[in-house]
């Protein structure tokens, strides 16, 4: 599953049947894969990747090209799947400390789209600072050098600088709350 299917992900968004036949024709024996390892069943798996394909058929339309890849929303999609399935059987403590281990830690395809959004917010945002105000602000929030390294590097006194980035934050922060 090595080609980006956002394409087609946005066709079965629109309802194109052809496009959800060649997504699963495409994918199907990756996602497969997956829901075998969690599940450990074929029988079981085959089944959950069923709902998983109606998932994607319903969910299309919240995915975002460009936020997340499709690879990672489809193998998320079928990752849940198969865990809430492994967790629908009757527990045992080994099969379940089995699904807790392949849980992915990091931000899901939602948060990773909120975080990117975010960023092209404060990218956008420190575009409209003076380009001297701007590198200073990323200096001393991104790279944490102190007011004092700051004022130094600018040739400006230490309270000029102090100015600079409380100045140069509310602007930030009203750009942000546009």
């Given at each position: 599953?090595?080609?980006?299917?956002?394409?087609l992900?946005?066709?079965?968004?629109?309802g194109d049947r052809?496009?959800?036949?060649?997504?699963y024709?495409?994918?199907?024996?990756?996602?497969?894969?997956?829901c075998?390892r969690?599940l450990?069943?074929?029988?079981?798996?085959e089944?959950v990747?069923?709902e998983?394909?109606?998932?994607?058929?319903?969910?299309?339309?919240?995915?975002?090209?460009g936020?997340?890849?499709?690879?990672a929303w489809?193998?998320?999609?079928?990752?849940?799947?198969?865990?809430d399935?492994?967790r629908a059987r009757?527990?045992?403590?080994?099969?379940?400390?089995?699904a807790?281990?392949?849980?992915?830690?990091?931000?899901?395809?939602?948060?990773?789209?909120?975080?990117?959004?975010?960023?092209?917010?404060?990218?956008?945002?420190?575009?409209?600072?003076e380009?001297d105000?701007?590198?200073?602000?990323?200096r001393?929030?991104?790279?944490?050098?102190?007011?004092?390294?700051?004022?130094d590097?600018?040739?400006?006194?230490?309270?000029?600088m102090?100015t600079?980035?409380?100045?140069?934050?509310?602007?930030?922060?009203?750009c942000?709350?546009?």
């Amino acid at each position: 599953m090595t080609g980006d299917f956002a394409d087609l992900i946005g066709r079965v968004a629109l309802g194109d049947r052809r496009a959800f036949a060649a997504l699963y024709n495409q994918t199907s024996p990756k996602l497969l894969a997956i829901c075998l390892r969690i599940l450990g069943n074929r029988n079981e798996a085959e089944e959950v990747l069923q709902e998983v394909y109606i998932k994607i058929w319903q969910r299309a339309g919240a995915f975002t090209a460009g936020s997340a890849t499709s690879v990672a929303w489809l193998a998320a999609i079928a990752r849940n799947q198969s865990i809430d399935a492994l967790r629908a059987r009757k527990p045992v403590a080994d099969e379940i400390d089995k699904a807790l281990d392949l849980a992915d830690a990091g931000p899901d395809p939602e948060a990773q789209v909120v975080i990117k959004d975010e960023g092209r917010r404060i990218d956008t945002c420190m575009e409209e600072l003076e380009a001297d105000r701007a590198v200073a602000v990323k200096r001393a929030y991104v790279e944490g050098l102190s007011y004092q390294e700051l004022a130094d590097q600018f040739g400006v006194p230490l309270n000029t600088m102090r100015t600079w980035l409380r100045r140069s934050l509310l602007k930030l922060r009203e750009c942000m709350e546009r």
